[in-house]
């Protein structure tokens, strides 16, 4: 069922960037993003089943699109710089015969990539890749990768509607352009390249229903943990049992000590708060850590944990900072989890959410997405959280070594909660 490929082409924006706009320069936070591109997949229904036209819409709506979104239009200049040359957005057509709703079935995590452009930034410079795929039903794929340098799931989430905005004639809207003067770039800070991993990775997709969520919710609760929240419960499961898996296999026989890195969107978080919509990374974290030597780390207190990180997190943040303050204060608090380490071994642990994004009410004109995919970023211990379509459940995407997957993915307590696909 491999798509065949149509076209490949280069989507310019449809009016030239003025000569002021043209060198954009990233923020601090966007630098330490580095390279890494985040592959998102939209699957669409078209109940009219005509697909003639549709890749014509796309692509001038693109066109139209990176007008306002001139950065993804560009090129890395350095470290510090994109320039907006318009030298456009990598756009790649392919058809499939099969039907949309037996692949949604039947699918696993890797047949993501067969809808996803497999060209990368190494090959087309290009910051914005896409490939569009029409099913011989009618239904339609939009994958997409997106440098993480130029913008955060939110920034991600404000161009995909945009463009569909764009698509269906409504008008657009630009980008801001303050974070550069409120997050100023670093022209010693290189960008970081990411870190090859040893060992084959393994991406289970588990899906949490709003029932099961409610039980894990009441076990929380019933061990005096104050109103636990979806995504804290099913991080903190997660979490637990991907420590005990390492734990299982590990060489020295005992839990070893690991760290919980949770990204917090900062846009609502600082004083004055950000646009929802504002583009570029607004994203920090915070840690909670698991030390050497404990018999097990216990549910509950895990999801008390990453409330009073929040917590903590706030009460650090939430202040009227200028630019140069706030990256201060982020860099000091890094620098203390950093010295709490007891330098020896330690396995990091991301969890990302995509929860409560405007992924979902991406609309071009066949109504909203009937399912959101995400492809996976090849680092191990990533866990991606995304609501599912109906807002009424969580899906997680699970990256681990092979071997601790395979423990994993058998863990009785983790079964309990989640369904796996």
Known sequence: MKPEIISREIIKPSSPTPDSKRIYKVSLLDQLFGSVYVPIIFFYQNKEGNNNSISSGLKKSLSETLTHYYPLAGRIKDGATI???????????????????????????????LFMPGEMQSETGSLLLIQITLFGCGGI?????????VADVAGMSAFINDWGTMMTRKSGKEISAELTSFFPPSDSLSMPEPRPCKGNLVKRRFVFDSIKLGKLRTKAIQSGVENPTWVEVVTAL?????????????????????????PVNLRKRIIPPFPEKYFGNMVWSYTIQ???????IEFP???????AGLADFGRAYEKNFTGQELIQVLFREKAKTHSNDDHHHVNEYICTSWCRSLLYQSDFGWGKPIWVGHAGIGFKNLICLNDTREGDGIEALVTLEEQEMAVFERNEELLQFCYLY
């Open 141 to 149: 794929a939009i994958g997409m990768c997106i440098s993480h340098m």
């Open 238 to 262: 997660i979490y637990r049992c991907a420590v005990a898996a390492a734990s299982k296999l590990s060489s020295v026989g005992f839990l070893e000590p690991s760290v919980l890195i949770q």
């Open 83 to 113: 320039e907006c040359n318009d030298e456009g957005a990598y756009f790649i057509e392919a058809r499939v015969e099969s039907h949309l709703q037996e692949f949604l079935k039947h699918h696993e995590v890797g047949d993501l990539y």
């Open 290 to 296: 698991t030390h050497a030597q404990q018999s097990g």
């Open 301 to 307: 207190a895990l999801v008390g944990q990453l409330k």
